[in-house]
């Protein structure tokens, strides 16, 4: 059974830091690869990150984040984190990871083209 079980999420005041953690079972991240995503409260789910299975584990950024956020992955403890620095309000909402096949065409922000999702896990951006 495919698990994705995200965690790391908190309250933190505006310019603060958090490291977000998805952990797999049951699916080797080292063949998929995974994004995060966020919804705020009455938005619709966007993209934020993405990190390809491959060893050069090329990476991408939506252009709100870029520079603020880093996504790297521990294949050994079939994790992956997404650093968030520089946090800011309009970052709050419930964070997700999801993991498509490495196979799988298409731009990484189709959530669509995601198979396995976790729970999520919520951010709050708030002084």
């Known amino acids: 059974q495919v698990q994705l079980v995200e965690s790391g999420g908190g309250l933190v005041q505006p310019g603060g830091s958090l490291r977000l953690t998805c952990a797999a079972s049951?699916?080797?991240?080292?063949?998929?690869?995974i994004g995060w995503f966020r919804q705020a409260p009455g938005k619709e789910r966007e993209s934020v990150s993405y990190i390809l299975s491959s060893a050069d584990g090329n990476t991408a950024y939506a252009d709100s984040v870029k520079d603020r956020f880093t996504v790297s992955s521990d294949n050994a403890k079939n994790v992956v984190y997404l650093q968030m620095n520089s946090l800011k309000s309009e970052d709050t909402g419930v964070y997700y990871c999801a993991a498509r096949t490495h196979l799988t065409g298409g731009h990484w922000a189709t959530k669509g083209s995601y198979a396995y999702w976790g729970q999520g896990t919520q951010v709050t951006v708030s002084s």
């Open positions: 049951g699916l080797a991240l080292n063949t998929y690869n």
